[in-house]
């Protein structure tokens, strides 16, 4: 272990910081192997929020493109060494994804062979259905970092800044193997509505074209949406795959909560009449409240000093998220009650009388 500090202060000493990187990992690693899992976790987080480790990260961060008025950096890079990504997807797209990161992986022998490989992709469903995650699972996957560009705020007031934004970062990707994420794709239809003169936008659109024309024939490009009905039919066509990412089925649910529970899950499979009931109600949610919910449920266990949590835990926080925290108790007793919960048990949970359960049930 020592061997790693020496190297990992040799590195910042050099400046050099894949060094850092590469012997944070090992430490990071020995750490863990030695159940020291906190430390080992920490320092892997902090070791996420600097996107740095190969040649490549360091060139696509030190040349990322910026505005030529506010100076601001116009995409995010991501590098997906230090990207931890879990995603739970419907079977049929689980496969299309798969399918995708296997024809990167394999784009120089298609491309030997006379054909094309299928590198477009777009992405679009609900906000928090796992687009953007999606995009950060095939970079970990194919190990292209990732460019992130959202689109809306490249958008400026100023359209004709919009297209030079837009050329630099095709450009700026193009230079380098890396994916090229468009997040929030639909900005530029958005745009319509705006008061921009027409003329100059058809000419951003028109850029834009033309960078995705030139630019795909040899790198990869994922775009995301929420409003696949504002993008027109020029835009599709330049997609070899589309995908729709819907809200997860019940086998989803579970998976997902099974995951973000982690290792407050041993209840999960002990009641698990009870965790239908919470699996149910998590029906027609997206990924992301799921994840919302079960992890305001974690921090409360963890503040409270409990190694578990329960289904019960889990139906008042879906309750309080659904009504915004804007509810009286009597539809909460209610919600419980409908829900499989005694009334000795919601007694106990809300610090009330039986007999206040009762009346209350009583009365609605
Ligand atoms: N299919 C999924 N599997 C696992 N986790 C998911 C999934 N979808 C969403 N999440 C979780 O929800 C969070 C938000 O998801 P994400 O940002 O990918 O959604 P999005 O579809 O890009 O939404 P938006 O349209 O708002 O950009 C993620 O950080 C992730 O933890
Ligand atoms: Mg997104």
Redesign the pocket.
Known sequence: MYTEIIKIIEGGLKKDPSKVILYAKKLAEKLMADGNEQLAKGINSLLSNKAVSTVTMEQLLTTAPVDQETRMSIVDVFNPALVDV????PESIEKKVNEFIKVIQHRDKIKEMGLTAQNTLLLY??????????AKYISLKTGLPLVIARMDSLISSLLGNTSKNIRKIFEYADSKPCILFL??FDAIAKARDDQHEMGELKRVINSLLQNIDLFTQNNVMIA?T?HPELLDKAIWRRFNSVME?GQ?NVE?IEK?VE?YLGKFNENMHEEKKKYDRVIHQFAKK???DI?TIIQNVITQAVIEGRKNVTAEDLLIENFEFDTHGKYNSEDLIKYLSENGISRQQISELLNLSVRQIRNNLKEV
């Open positions: 879990h995603l739970v997807l469903g609900a906000p928090g259905v796992g687009k953007t995650t999606i997040d929030e995301a929420n990412i997860p989803g997902l995951m997206t990924p992301s994840r």
